[in-house]
């Protein structure tokens, strides 16, 4: 057998499963699709001594908005419901368009919206859309529930800002700016594998058709999602031309520091970072700027 | 230490109930409890792609969930479809398209595109592509499996008999 011996649990309420890890700590890891958890056990990176199975949880499955408009998805949500969800479609494109991109239809029918994003993997492109996107997730404990901004939630390789007797419940993304535009570009050997570099761009377009607001959030680059903000700075204020995105796309390579593997040198994803960084500024105006994008 | 527990899990219509470790792997615990050797394993980190089944009618990697996770559920595993003397359409056309050699990733890829030609056999280039996408083939260069799917799709589509 390829995972260590642990004790198992299914508990069937959050409440049961927040008592279990109030008691085990960490010793106990969750269980939420188990896609990337699951291989880290066969290989024994992880031999966790308790596991807490969150399946039985159908409470944690479902996708709402919410009456303020924003859009509200359990963390035990698989991928491929959101994935063919018209709701998400509607509300974050963004993360309608990302979905398949998401490893393969495999995985997407049993890894979990929430599991992405609490495993920090810095390759997940969750992690980057949620920081683009503004979300907030949902952390639950025993000793109370806080909000914790995706911005703040990232501290590192495969680490969150989860306690251990922490559950990570919901995620919300806030409604879509008017004129909002947006696009994930990635670069990937094949379908099936991380993207060598990824960034996601979330951009809004004032009544001028000057630049309110822009993002450029990096998967793969580093220790969690990335953020350019020097770069994007460059943009607001001004209206959008080839030059001035050119320009902003050159100038993410400052605020990145990628390490190299036997896929990619550093020199290679930072080429591949500001060709990305440009194609996706190009596609979020243009979809800023098209008339179909105005707001739920 | 970890105790075994009790499972019930129908597979291809069949009833099972089993005592296994809660680290069985579902892909184990198929092969080894069961003796439905037709589900392959191949990198057993959810890569290959071998191994897939379908749970609850949704195709996933077998060995990324433990046996003690499908108590309850229903699983269809490769042994579903044809028989030898009787292959099922998708399982006639690879034969016809000589969409295998070795054949050691054939289960995973039937266990995948079925459930996608069971909902639609009106496919796009990109359907196809997609339908494909988690599965390795170190043979064939997917092109015979791509031929494979289509023609399938042309025998479900027409109500083929199987």
Known sequence: ?296 | MSKAMDVTVTVNGEVYQKTIEPRLLLSDFIRHELNLSGTHVGCEQGVCGACTILFDGMPVRSCLMLAVQADGHEIRTVEDLGTMENLHPLQEAFQETHALQCGFCTSGFLMSILPVLEETTDLSEEDLKRALEGNLCRCTGYQHIRDAVQLAAEKMSSGGES
Not at chain 1, 5 to 18: G, K, N, S
Not at chain 1, 206 to 217: F, N, P, T
Not at chain 1, 226 to 241: D, F, P, S
């Open chain 1, 1 to 296: 057998m390829k995972p260590a011996p642990f004790e198992y649990i299914a508990p069937t309420t959050v409440e049961e499963a927040l008592g279990h890890l109030t008691e085990h700590g960490y010793d106990a890891k969750v269980l939420a699709g188990g896609q990337s958890l699951i291989p880290m056990m066969n290989f024994r990176l992880a031999q966790p001594a308790v596991l807490v199975d969150l399946n039985k949880l159908a409470e944690l499955s479902f996708i709402r908005s919410d009456k303020d408009g924003e859009l509200r998805i359990g963390a035990m949500t698989r991928h491929y419901q959101v994935e063919h969800d018209d709701l998400v479609a509607e509300h974050a494109p963004l993360i309608h368009e990302a979905m398949p991109k998401i490893a393969t239809p495999q995985i997407r029918s049993r890894g979990t919206f929430g599991g992405s994003i609490a495993h920090a993997d810095p390759a997940a492109e969750l992690t980057a859309i949620c920081v683009a996107l503004d979300g907030r997730f949902r952390c639950l404990s025993e000793r109370g529930e806080r909000w914790v901004p995706a911005k703040e939630f990232f501290l590192g390789m495969f680490t969150s800002a989860l306690e251990p007797d922490e559950i990570l419940v919901e995620i919300a993304i806030p409604p879509r700016a008017p004129r909002t535009g947006w696009a994930l570009e990635e670069a990937v050997r094949r379908a099936i594998d991380f993207a060598l570099v990824g960034v996601s761009a979330v951009v809004t377009l004032d009544a001028q058709d000057r630049c309110e607001r822009a993002r450029l959030v990096f998967l793969s680059v580093g220790d969690g999602p990335v953020e350019t903000v020097k770069a994007t700075e460059m943009l607001v204020g001004k209206e959008i031309t080839p030059d001035l995105i050119r320009a902003a796309a050159e100038a993410v390579t400052a605020e990145l520091d990628p390490s190299a593997d036997i896929h990619a040198s550093v020199k290679y994803r930072l080429h591949l970072a500001r060709v990305l960084a440009r194609r996706a500024l190009e596609k979020a105006f243009a979809r800023a700027a098209a008339p179909g994008t105005q707001a739920a």
